[in-house]
């Protein structure tokens, strides 16, 4: 006669999946038009020579070249272009 009795309930259990953030091609890398370059929140990268940014901040590709990535400015901000190769 082996019972169990039933166990109480919880209110844990729940997360949100994950959003698959994060630079997806690197500098030196070849792209051609509409690659995604960064998905962010946010403007962590901006857009520089050859790059769109999408309403939800992601950075691709607007022409066929190699990514490179500086900081340049006053503020010290990060910008991906892409640089005919």
Same mark, same amino acid.
């Given at each position: 006669?082996?019972?169990?009795?039933?166990?109480?309930?919880?209110?844990?259990?729940?997360?949100?999946?994950?959003?698959? =953030?994060?630079? !997806?091609?690197? @500098?030196?890398? +070849?792209?051609?038009?509409?690659?995604?370059?960064? &998905?962010?929140?946010?403007?962590?990268?901006?857009?520089?020579?050859?790059?769109?940014?999408?309403?939800?901040?992601? =950075?691709?590709? !607007?022409?066929? @070249?190699?990514? +490179?990535?500086?900081?340049?400015?006053?503020?010290? &901000?990060?910008?991906?272009?892409?640089?005919?190769?």
């Amino acid at each position: 006669m082996a019972h169990k009795k039933a166990g109480g309930s919880t209110r844990n259990g729940r997360d949100s999946e994950a959003k698959r =953030l994060g630079v !997806k091609m690197y @500098g030196g890398q +070849k792209i051609i038009p509409g690659n995604i370059i960064v &998905r962010q929140r946010g403007t962590q990268f901006h857009a520089g020579y050859g790059v769109g940014m999408g309403k939800d901040h992601t =950075l691709f590709a !607007k022409i066929e @070249g190699v990514i +490179k990535f500086e900081v340049k400015g006053a503020f010290n &901000r990060r910008y991906v272009s892409v640089v005919a190769a």
